[in-house]
């Protein structure tokens, strides 16, 4: 069982690149707390969900989150 457990784990970090993105800082936060919590989060839903707080964040306060693309 932990075998697959750690298969499951590599395919997420080899998943990170799709569509040309890079993961910025806000992106692997929100893995590493999905992590912390025993949540596994992928990184197109955290790209997803770091993209509409950045989203939210410009609408509310003017301006981007620094170092978020």
Known sequence: MSDFGNNQGGNNAQ??????EKADWLDKGIEAAGDKAGVNISQKNADTAGDFANKEIKQKEGFNLPGVN
Do not use: H, V
């Open 15 to 20: 998943g990170g690149q799709q569509g040309g």
